[in-house]
């Protein structure tokens, strides 16, 4: 009787905590808000015209072009660059880095929210996506596709890193029960985290492999699985950078100025893995080029796009990454840690769109309103994101 | 029995108990074997039969062959055409060709569907299954022939493709293109009869048709076979598709990944295990140690 009404009382403060929490904090107008709120708002009404119309009315998707920017981007780049989280949870949690301790939160949220809405931005695509329940239950198992395997791999994924995050959400509502248990879950579910990201960040790639005949023979490989899984090492390790060095400007009085100290000191490791990386994706890059002899290719203007991706978009920031991180200069880290993002979203939008369906007169261009879904896509994940870490303990790693 | 036979004698098995008595209806004299469609392109003669009996039998758009000028120049089969009959200038003169899903024995499609609403039945064709689909049209990225085509103007969008009319064949009926063809052009059959007629045709006219049976070894062979006159890159097909089935191309992948979900995990936590327990781990470390170290501290 009594636990009862104990656990009565404790859920009545977390009820009435998670109301208080639930408001609006800051000032209103700020610019981006001024900026995200229309987007969000067309966004929302574009979705309405393409499930009530279709596909068709809101996108420039053809029969050639089956797949545009909101798979070629949301999905494909999108899960690309949230492969820090993985990254960064195998460093601090298999191998036992505690270098990178302070940053393992606000990766995994990042991860997370990716998912969620970059993998969430699917079910826009998906023509019925009533059905999009039916890889996970009833009798329709297409275990021989890799579809399949990245539909189960992107859920678990998200449960994993839910759980990886879900200390965090603990600590904030106070549960120190809950939190010491779900903190004992950590390893398992970073293992299994890291071994998911494998799978499906090379799957991404395998998703391209049956499309031989249609993608342009310098973006398709056999091996397209592996070049996937690595640059999503360095995609991962770039955006980290790039995020922290964001969320350092902005949030920064919610940092500690220990915090903000070793941020630095993070960088330049994080600069030489993704040099190192860089270096090894760009010898496989030229390795499968020379062992394919695909020399007479490179002098047309889709070699010319090829050597701009794999020379000014790996080859350039990865020699960046080396001399920021032997110079010591975070600038010049900074900067190449934006080229080595543009470098992987070149990359999967070749891939994914831009080399599909290379010999069709007929290009595909994104409509404006997908793009304006996009912009909606990454905005509400920023949404949710400010609201996480202004009310829960992400930036620190005390408690 | 060995494993050909067996393998045979269980595909009978299952397609008799799905299909009941209409296998007999066909007659067929390998009822095990895959159906196709021979198209012997000399033969026809452009009159669109095919289109409008197609159209017809899916209730889909029924085209006015006579007026419409639709020959002027090649089309794809589309979201409400099953099939379409182009016309190509050669130096043997105009040839038609019917174009529709080829019905590979390997399909890509169906292997590429994360929900198997596209299926490749055991008698042959592959048909599609609107309960099950979701929509992703990694099926259209996948198919080498690039069939199956989706309708963007619709709430609720098919996938559409010529499903070799499976539900006549059920029936006990020739698909209905194969039935309005008035010159012979489209023959119905078991795989290995159709590759029989269309190889006694080149034997009997060596210099009546290139040596070449279309679909008989193109991604890995397909249920439709073609026989031409002229080099079949020039009316319209694809001749660099290769003779690899397009499921082999993930297959290595898929076959990985049961080695990595088990072998990893055991990896990284032999790695773990390796990794320095006894690192003095100062002030921020304390949070990613186990809750019995904790204790112990």
Redesign the interface.
């Known amino acids: 009787m009594n636990t009862n009404v104990a656990t009565a009382g404790e859920f009545n403060r977390i009820v009435r905590f998670l109301i208080h929490e639930l408001k609006p904090r800051g000032p209103w107008l700020t610019t981006f808000n001024v900026i995200s709120i229309p987007v969000i708002v067309a966004g929302l009404v574009i979705l309405c015209f393409r499930?009530?119309?279709?596909?068709?009315?809101v996108?420039n998707?053809?029969?050639?072009h089956?797949?545009g920017l909101w798979l070629g981007f949301d999905v494909v780049t999108g899960v690309a660059l949230a492969g820090g989280a993985y990254v960064i949870t195998?460093v601090?949690?298999?191998?036992?880095v505690?270098k990178y301790?302070?940053i393992v939160r606000i990766t995994v949220l990042n991860g997370l929210l990716a998912y969620m809405f970059y993998g969430g931005a699917l079910l826009f695509?998906?023509?019925?996506?009533w059905?999009?329940m039916?890889?996970f239950i009833?009798n329709?198992?297409?275990f021989?596709?890799?579809?399949?395997?990245i539909?189960w791999h992107f859920a678990l994924y998200m449960v994993a890193a839910f759980v990886e995050f879900s200390p965090v959400i603990a600590e904030w509502l106070n549960l120190e029960k809950a939190r010491?248990f779900l903190?004992?879950l950590?390893?398992g579910t970073v293992?299994?985290g890291?071994?998911l990201s494998?799978?499906h960040q090379?799957?991404l790639g395998?998703?391209?492999?049956?499309?031989?005949?249609?993608i342009h023979p310098l973006w398709w490989s056999?091996f397209t699985?592996v070049l996937f899984f690595v640059s999503s090492i360095y995609a991962g390790l770039s955006m980290i950078i790039f995020e922290g060095t964001v969320s350092h400007g902005v949030f920064k009085n919610l940092l500690t100025p220990k915090g903000h100290h070793s941020f630095d000191d993070m960088v330049f490791g994080l600069a030489k893995g993704a040099a190192i990386t860089m270096f090894v994706y760009y010898v496989f890059k030229a390795l499968l080029f020379i062992h394919e002899k695909q020399w007479d290719l490179i002098n047309t203007s889709w070699g010319y796009w090829y050597l701009l991706e794999v020379l000014g978009f790996v080859l350039v920031p990865a020699f960046m990454f080396a001399f920021g991180h032997k110079h010591r200069s975070l600038n010049i880290i900074k900067t190449a840690a934006v080229i080595a993002l543009l470098g992987v979203i070149l990359n999967r939008l070749n891939v994914s769109i831009i080399c599909?369906q290379w010999y069709e007169p007929v290009r595909y261009y994104p409509s404006w309103q997908e793009i304006t879904v996009t912009l909606m896509v990454i905005f509400s994940e920023i949404w949710i994101f400010r609201w996480v870490v202004t009310r829960m303990p992400v930036f620190s790693?005390?408690? | 029995m060995d494993r050909r036979g067996f393998l045979k004698t269980t595909l009978v098995a299952g397609t008799a108990a799905l299909a009941g008595d209409d296998l007999g209806a066909l007659e067929l004299r390998h009822p095990e074997e895959f159906v196709g469609v021979l198209v012997d392109t000399t033969r026809c003669i452009g009159c669109r039969a095919c289109e409008v009996a197609c159209g017809e039998t899916h209730d889909l758009f029924v085209p006015d062959v006579i007026n419409d000028g639709a020959l002027a120049t090649p089309r794809k089969t589309s979201e409400r055409q099953y099939t379409v009959v182009n016309k190509y200038e050669t130096e043997q003169g105009d040839i038609f060709v019917k174009r529709q899903c080829m019905h590979c024995h390997q399909a890509a499609c169906a292997t590429a569907c994360p929900t198997e609403a596209m299926h490749k039945t055991l008698k042959g064709p592959v048909t599609w299954d609107g309960d099950k689909c979701i929509g992703c049209r990694f099926c259209m990225i996948s198919c080498p022939f690039d069939v199956p085509k989706f309708e963007y103007n619709e709430w609720n969008p098919k996938l559409v493709k010529c499903t070799m009319c499976f539900e006549r064949q059920e029936k006990g009926l020739k698909p209905a293109c194969v039935s309005a063809c008035p010159t012979d052009a489209l023959q119905f059959g078991v795989q290995v009869d159709n590759l029989e007629i269309a190889r006694h045709r080149i034997y009997a006219h060596p210099d009546k048709y290139v040596h070449q049976i279309y679909g008989e070894h193109e991604a890995g062979g397909t249920g439709w076979l073609y026989l031409s006159a002229v080099p079949f890159d020039q009316i319209g097909f694809r001749t660099d598709l290769g003779r690899t089935p397009y499921p082999e191309y993930t297959r290595e992948f898929l076959y990985a990944v049961p080695a990595i979900l088990f072998g990893v995990p055991a990896f990284l936590l032999g790695l773990n295990a390796l990794a320095d327990h006894d690192k003095p781990t100062g002030g921020m470390g304390s949070e990613f140690l186990t809750g019995d170290e904790e204790a112990e501290r």
């Open positions: 499930f009530i119309y279709g596909l068709g009315s996108t998707l053809t029969q050639e089956p797949w195998f601090v949690y298999v191998m036992r505690d301790q302070s695509d998906l023509g019925r996506p059905n999009a039916n890889p009833g329709s198992f297409g021989a596709s890799v579809l399949f395997l539909c010491k903190k004992s950590a390893l293992i299994l890291v071994t494998l799978l090379s799957g395998a998703l391209f492999l049956m499309a031989m005949p249609k056999q699985p599909f790693s005390e408690h």
